[in-house]
């Protein structure tokens, strides 16, 4: 293998990839990178056999080949190495690769690209086509549910559903749930239902442009796979049934309050501050408006040492005052998220569950359990 490439992609290239490297395996290839030329570019594959990356990146290639480079190695190294060409060789017999740019020039131990766990295959079809642009939104407003305790793998994941043109995505934790929907650009040919790994998703959309990107469920593989024009993200599926999480949405409300997004956002963040010494619990005090002065919602928290907050909101309030109490750190969650000036909170009591919606869209909603309210 012999070619030369620009370090500002190669960089890139290896920090897209760099995060699907394996740090504790007791295979050491999976602790490398695969470098490797192919249709005239150069591919870097990374995977941890649970998730997979690659990339391609524009190369001068003269001579065919392949190899692993320990991860860690060649990204420090590169990102060393002058703005400038980077030629690359590698000696097959020693499987040393040699590295030069301007006066650097280091030569690095490799593994044998045969010992590399084999990728998908190039001729899977076409699969489902996703618009990034939106996925991402999406991704970013569902993720944030996804728990992150392993004790109940169905819940890490987020649930995947395509029926005709319509996508879903859901996850939920035990203690929120967030259902996004979208309409696709064309209908699949076949109905989907699957559960992707949270982390895989998020993955997705930290290394992916706004570009267009192909989901593919291979049968029998328990894999998806999204390929776009110099990327490919493979990750293996969750087996498990997810829960019922229409049976969690609420199907009416007693009261429905209308606020500032942002304003919103502000209050619970400085809660936030006072309620991390009690589990995050921040009361929300709602009271409709009278001929003289608007609703508003009362955000308090309170901590034993640190002191107390109290914020207020001004709002458009139908229905009943209620008095209720929530993690606040959910509601910074969701509110980071949601991209319109205004937000809706729905409640019924203080021991039911608050769905949070965009105002003027219908295709978000986030449900939050309460906590107690304590006296």
């Known amino acids: 293998m012999k070619l030369s490439v620009l370090q500002e992609n190669l960089s890139h290239g290896l920090a897209t990839v760099a995060r699907a490297v394996s740090p504790r395996s007791t ?63 590698l000696t097959l017999r020693t499987q040393t690769l040699n590295v030069r740019a301007g006066a650097f020039d280091n030569n690095i131990k490799c593994i044998d690209a045969q010992e590399f766990p084999p990728m998908p295959p190039a001729e899977l079809g076409e699969g489902v086509l996703l618009e990034m642009q939106d996925l991402r939104e999406m991704i970013s407003q569902v993720a944030i549910a996804a728990s992150s305790d ?53 993955e997705l959309a930290r290394i992916a442009g706004d570009e267009q990107i192909h989901m593919l469920l291979p049968p029998g593989r328990g894999q998806v796979i999204f390929r776009g024009r110099d990327l490919e993200l493979v990750s293996q599926l969750i087996d498990g049934a997810f829960p019922d999480y229409q049976g ?32 995050h619990s921040a009361r929300l005090k709602i009271a409709p408006g009278t001929e003289l002065e608007p609703g508003r919602v009362e955000v308090t928290a309170t901590a034993a040492e640190t002191g107390s907050n109290e914020v207020t909101v001004e709002a458009t309030v139908d229905g009943e005052p209620i008095e209720i109490a929530f993690n606040v750190r959910f509601l910074v969650d969701v509110l980071s998220v949601v991209n319109s000036p205004n937000v809706a909170l729905e409640t019924t009591g203080p021991a039911a569950p608050g769905v949070i919606k965009p105002v003027g869209r219908d295709d978000f909603l986030h449900v939050v359990m309460p906590m107690h309210l304590g006296r």
Do not use: Q, Y
């Not at 870097?44 to 190369?59: F, K, M, P, Q």
């Not at 995947?160 to 699949?188: C, Y």
């Open 248 to 279: 969690i949405i609420p199907s009416s409300h007693t009261n429905r309050t209308v606020l500032s997004t942002a304003g919103f956002l502000k209050a619970c963040k400085a809660a936030d501050i006072f309620a991390r010494e009690a589990a």
């Open 27 to 89: 295979l050491p290839v999976l602790a490398n990178v695969l470098v490797a030329t192919e249709d005239g570019r150069l591919r870097l594959s990374a995977t941890n056999l649970e998730l997979g990356i690659t990339c391609w990146i524009g190369a001068k290639v003269t001579e065919e080949g392949a190899t692993t480079v320990p991860a860690r190695t060649f990204v420090d190294l590169v990102n060393t190495l002058p703005a400038d060409r980077v030629e690359m060789e």
């Open 150 to 202: 392993d004790a109940r793998p169905v819940l890490t994941g987020v649930l995947v559903e395509i029926d005709g043109a319509r996508l879903t995505l859901a996850a939920a934790d035990g203690f929120r749930l967030s259902v996004r929907r979208a309409e696709l650009s064309a209908p699949a040919s076949s109905p989907v239902r699957a559960i992707v790994p949270a982390r895989a998703l998020t």
